[in-house]
């Protein structure tokens, strides 16, 4: 039996799910030498598995890189969005009197139209970014092997540093106004919108962080 008879008869044991000890019986009784049948059993993984691994559909292309930009784009216009928009409501419904006091007031026009340009910018960015996180992660169960996206990588280690720097100065400012004894409702809340928002963020891009280096 030659090579190629013998690959024949190996792959065809394998669809009815033999073993290859099972294999490797069959084909000593017919003669074979344990040589030629172990040549032949790793021929034949070595071909399944480069099959199996690098399957031309999850190859990573420039428009993973592509489509990482715009989401880390639109989720920092999102994330400065919602946050400004809500420490808007918080001074129009709970203004701190003191610092009222010692400012110039703006017309409701003025106002109106601030806000229009945060729901603005809500309205666009949420909906791009939902879409290109969602493909993202669709994209990467289907090949891990963009986990290890250089711009993936550097984007979201960027990302830990800008919100790990926002939590710090919030941390600092806060204790600060703690020890001066000017801390009121108002400013708590204002603190932390900033604070859960890049806290957020910060915990899930951590995570990514610790899951990469497990599969590795």
């Not at 399957?55 to 400065?80: C, G, K, N, Q, R």
């Not at 806000?115 to 290109?132: G, N, R």
């Not at 100065?169 to 919108?193: H, R």
């Amino acid at each position: 039996m030659d090579k190629e008879h013998i690959e024949l008869f190996i792959q065809a044991s394998k669809k009815i799910n033999a073993s290859d000890e099972e294999i490797r019986q069959l084909l000593l009784n017919k003669g074979v030498s344990d040589q030629d049948i172990e040549n032949a059993l790793q021929h034949i993984t070595t071909t399944t598995s480069v099959q199996v691994n690098t399957p031309s559909d999850f190859h990573i292309s420039m428009w993973d890189t592509f489509e990482h930009v715009l989401m880390f784009i639109t989720l920092y216009i999102l994330a400065v969005s919602v946050t400004l928009t809500l420490k808007f409501f918080v001074n129009t419904w709970l203004p701190d009197p003191v610092y009222a006091r010692n400012t110039i007031s703006f017309s409701n026009t003025y106002m109106n139209t601030i806000l229009w340009w945060y729901l603005s910018a809500i309205i666009v960015a949420e909906p791009l970014f939902a879409f290109f996180f969602l493909n993202i992660t669709k994209r990467t169960l289907q090949n891990p092997n963009i986990r290890q996206l250089r711009t993936r990588k550097t984007l979201t280690y960027l990302t830990l540093i800008f919100t790990f720097l926002v939590l710090l100065t919030y941390l600092i400012v806060t204790i600060y106004t703690l020890i001066s004894g000017n801390i009121t409702l108002n400013y708590c809340l204002n603190a932390l919108i900033p604070v859960v928002i890049s806290g957020t963020i910060f915990l899930y891009y951590f995570l990514q962080i610790k899951e990469d280096k497990t599969i590795q």
